[in-house]
Nanobody
Framework: QVQLVESGGGLVQPGGSLRLSCAAS????????MGWYRQAPGKQRELVAV??????NYADSVKGRFTISRDNAKNTMYLQMNSLKPEDTAVYYC?????????????WGQGTQVTVSS
């Protein structure tokens, strides 16, 4: 069973930066896709960024401000968040997809709170 643990969340002022980490309990080399979602109070969970085979994609709302990356040697994925806005406030969840033949299993972390407020 793969476990993902997020860290790096917290309270930051508008315009500030945070770096979220998602540490896996096993090698992430075999994960096809990894990414970040977020869920604000009263809203549905939304995709923030994904990385797969070196390709990255971002939600329009975070393009140019957030950067997703992964370090296979450290079994860790990151989300660098710059120029944070109050509307970025949410619980951020990381996920990792493992594909074996035709079956894809998605693993989730427990989430980390990000609050952007003055």
């Amino acid at each position: 069973q793969v476990q993902l643990v997020e860290s790096g969340g917290g309270l930051v002022q508008p315009g500030g930066s945070l770096r979220l980490s998602c540490a896996a309990s096993s090698s992430i080399f075999s994960f096809n896709t990894m990414g970040w979602y977020r869920q604000a109070p009263g809203k549905q969970r939304e995709l923030v960024a994904v990385i797969a085979s070196g390709t990255t994609n971002y939600a329009d709302s975070v393009k140019g401000r957030f950067t997703i990356s992964r370090d296979n040697a450290k079994n860790t994925m990151y989300l660098q968040m710059n120029s944070l806005k109050p509307e970025d406030t949410a619980v951020y969840y990381c996920h990792a997809d493992l594909r074996i033949v035709a079956t894809i299993t998605r693993y989730w972390g427990q989430g980390t709170q990000v609050t952007v407020s003055s």
